[in-house]
């Protein structure tokens, strides 16, 4: 049988990485993107090295022309496009008294556009062959939690989620599934930074908090993307599945 395709953005380091290494082991045949090569190139000498097939394509979700040329060169090479991650995301500290416009945007170039930007390109095959996973991360910041200094972030998270609803609807009758995943707290670059985020020692705080007693790690959400890219999720669209150790029911 000929493997199927996942494509993941933002897939050098990570949740994105986590993702790549996991749904190559599921048996998919991995394109790593991002705008970080060396990493990613590791990615794919890891899937290598344990007998799965990956390649590397730099790609900025960023950029229209970039994202549209990668995915049409992925259809071309392979024929197919099955599933893809948009997983990308930046998470930047601004005080609204220092929110500049341009502070605004590049999070939703990136966080909310950037989403669409490979929605809208990976559509027309998928269509054409009436099948695919599309799978976005938003975040419980956004979707239920609010984060001062980070409203551009909440903004554009919680917009995934709009996205998302939206996107299940419009392309179920090609047999399209869309749903997104809202992360807790998950440790990596992002969150371990101290001052766009909650850093090592806020990580080490915010644990007791989590009722399954620990931060996640990105496989915790990578094999939840595995999950909803699988026909064991066939019956799923347009949800925001929370991953999050229970954070959201607690007390
Ligand atoms: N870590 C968490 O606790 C957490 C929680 C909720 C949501 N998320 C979301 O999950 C996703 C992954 O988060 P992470 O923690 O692994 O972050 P990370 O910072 O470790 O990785 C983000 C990746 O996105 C890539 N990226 C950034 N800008 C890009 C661009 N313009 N084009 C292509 N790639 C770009 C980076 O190079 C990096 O590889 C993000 O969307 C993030 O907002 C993370």
Same mark, same amino acid.
């Given at each position: 049988m000929t493997k199927q395709v996942a494509l993941v953005t @933002? @897939? /050098? $380091? @990570?949740i994105g990485r986590a993702s790549c290494i996991a749904l190559a082991n599921a048996g998919y045949k991995v394109v790593v993107t991002d705008v970080l090569g060396k990493e990613g190139a590791e990615v794919v000498e890891t899937i290598v090295a344990a007998g799965g097939e990956a390649q590397f394509q730099a790609m900025d979700v960023t950029d229209t022309a970039h994202v549209d040329g990668v995915i049409q060169t992925v259809e071309e090479n392979?024929?197919?496009?099955d599933v893809v991650v948009a997983n990308a995301g930046i998470a930047k500290k601004v005080p609204l008294s220092e929110m500049t416009d341009e502070a605004w945007d590049i999070t939703h170039e990136v966080d909310l556009k950037g989403v669409m930007r490979v929605a809208r390109a990976a559509a027309p095959g998928m269509r054409k062959r009436k099948s695919g996973a599309f799978i976005a991360l938003a975040s419980v910041v956004g979707t239920a939690y609010g984060w001062d200094e980070h409203v551009q972030y909440a903004a554009a998270k919680g917009g995934v989620a709009g996205l998302v609803r939206g996107l299940a609807i419009e392309l179920a009758k090609d047999q399209i599934r869309v749903n997104a995943i809202a992360p807790g707290f998950i440790r990596s670059a992002q969150t371990l930074d101290p001052y766009h985020s909650v850093g090592e020692e806020g990580l080490a705080a915010a644990a007791p908090s989590v009722p399954l007693g620990r931060i996640g790690d990105p496989e915790d959400i990578a094999d939840v993307v595995v999950f909803l890219a /699988?026909?064991?999720?066939?019956? $799923?669209? @347009?949800q925001v599945i929370t991953v999050d150790g229970g954070l959201l029911v607690a007390l």
């Amino acid at each position: 049988m000929t493997k199927q395709v996942a494509l993941v953005t @933002g @897939g /050098s $380091i @990570g949740i994105g990485r986590a993702s790549c290494i996991a749904l190559a082991n599921a048996g998919y045949k991995v394109v790593v993107t991002d705008v970080l090569g060396k990493e990613g190139a590791e990615v794919v000498e890891t899937i290598v090295a344990a007998g799965g097939e990956a390649q590397f394509q730099a790609m900025d979700v960023t950029d229209t022309a970039h994202v549209d040329g990668v995915i049409q060169t992925v259809e071309e090479n392979f024929g197919r496009l099955d599933v893809v991650v948009a997983n990308a995301g930046i998470a930047k500290k601004v005080p609204l008294s220092e929110m500049t416009d341009e502070a605004w945007d590049i999070t939703h170039e990136v966080d909310l556009k950037g989403v669409m930007r490979v929605a809208r390109a990976a559509a027309p095959g998928m269509r054409k062959r009436k099948s695919g996973a599309f799978i976005a991360l938003a975040s419980v910041v956004g979707t239920a939690y609010g984060w001062d200094e980070h409203v551009q972030y909440a903004a554009a998270k919680g917009g995934v989620a709009g996205l998302v609803r939206g996107l299940a609807i419009e392309l179920a009758k090609d047999q399209i599934r869309v749903n997104a995943i809202a992360p807790g707290f998950i440790r990596s670059a992002q969150t371990l930074d101290p001052y766009h985020s909650v850093g090592e020692e806020g990580l080490a705080a915010a644990a007791p908090s989590v009722p399954l007693g620990r931060i996640g790690d990105p496989e915790d959400i990578a094999d939840v993307v595995v999950f909803l890219a /699988s026909n064991a999720a066939r019956y $799923i669209t @347009g949800q925001v599945i929370t991953v999050d150790g229970g954070l959201l029911v607690a007390l």
